[in-house]
């Protein structure tokens, strides 16, 4: 059977919108890696933040005025509500997730950020009263089971320090979630990319200023590589991925786009072995598709 131009072009629509959600993807999963290089300096959480946010600002804000332009300006109330989803989403949930990142493997950070859907549908049984069906436990049961499998590959390694860098994703994981959620409204109000601009402008004033509250003047010196890899975590793996998300999803779709995102665990576990010599074991090759195979059936429900 032929297909028509016009199926065609939209089927090259499709792949070129997925190929962008894949690419993404594994982008955004490399900001554990490249925090993983810029640990090897005297670099702590807070520093690494600031230099993250220093290189990424002038673009989002740039994004802000832009989309602030044409548009009606904000009430106080969605000011208010814009400035705590930027705190919640993306300065204390990059926060804790680069504390974590000082004391456990790329590949089970990775994997823990990706449990982050499961705990939107756990919080909303508490916060709106949503009730799970049992397909929806046996999903979760299947996604936790392979995150306690890489978990305890990794404490069997890493000692006592792999709970502590464990709760700190884990705190990453749900104060995202918790973003999320409560993002809802304000996302058909305001628009997916003026409050993403928004509140990482809001994000990066408070790393920038943690950094100047915390840190002397001294520690803006720093070798060479270190700006380097920020400068590449700032723009390839947290200013691109932000808009080829959401250029994928204005493509193929919210759902798809979702899907292709599960490239990054599996992608973060194998860039890990590569460059930092992290090892790929059996466990953590069955935890990890057992996460995503939980997620994947987790997101054929919600669709």
């Not at 982008?27 to 220093?54: E, W």
């Not at 000692?159 to 994981?173: C, P």
């Not at 915390?214 to 400068?231: A, I, N, T």
Request: proline letters at 4%.
């Amino acid at each position: 059977m032929t297909t028509s131009p016009l199926q065609q072009a939209a089927r090259k629509e499709f792949l070129i919108g997925l190929a962008i959600a894949v690419a993404g993807a594994v982008l955004f999963s490399g900001k554990a890696i490249v925090a993983k290089l810029i640990y090897r300096y005297p670099v702590d959480a807070i520093t690494l933040l600031a230099f993250r946010m220093l290189f990424s600002v002038p673009v989002f804000a740039a994004v802000a005025l832009w989309q602030g332009w044409s548009a009606a300006p904000l009430s106080d109330a969605d000011r208010a509500r814009v400035a705590v989803l930027g705190l919640l989403g993306y300065y204390l949930a990059s926060f804790l997730d680069f504390l974590g990142l000082q004391h456990i493997s790329a590949g089970l950070e990775r994997l823990i950020l990706f449990l982050t859907p499961t705990f939107v549908l756990l919080l909303s049984v508490f916060i709106f009263k949503k009730r799970i069906s049992r397909f929806e436990w046996g999903a979760l049961a299947v996604s936790y089971l392979g995150t306690v499998f890489v978990f305890m590959h990794d404490v069997s390694r890493g000692g006592s320090n792999v709970w502590l860098g464990g709760a700190f994703v884990l705190g990453s994981a749900v104060s995202y979630a918790l973003y999320l959620i409560f993002s809802g409204e304000l996302l058909q109000r305001v628009g997916t990319l003026r409050l993403v601009a928004y509140a990482m402008c809001v994000s990066s004033v408070a790393c920038i200023g943690q950094f100047f509250l915390l840190r002397p003047l001294s520690m803006l010196l720093q070798p060479l590589p270190v700006y380097g890899l920020s400068l590449v975590n700032a723009l390839f793996c947290t200013v691109l991925p932000v808009f080829m998300t959401m250029i994928a999803v204005a493509r193929v779709g919210a759902g798809t786009a979702s899907l292709a995102g599960m490239v990054g665990p599996v992608s973060t576990l194998f860039l890990a072995a590569v460059i930092l010599g992290e090892p790929v074991t059996g466990i953590q090759l069955t935890g990890t598709a057992l996460v995503l195979c939980g997620m994947y059936l987790l997101s054929r429900k919600k669709s």
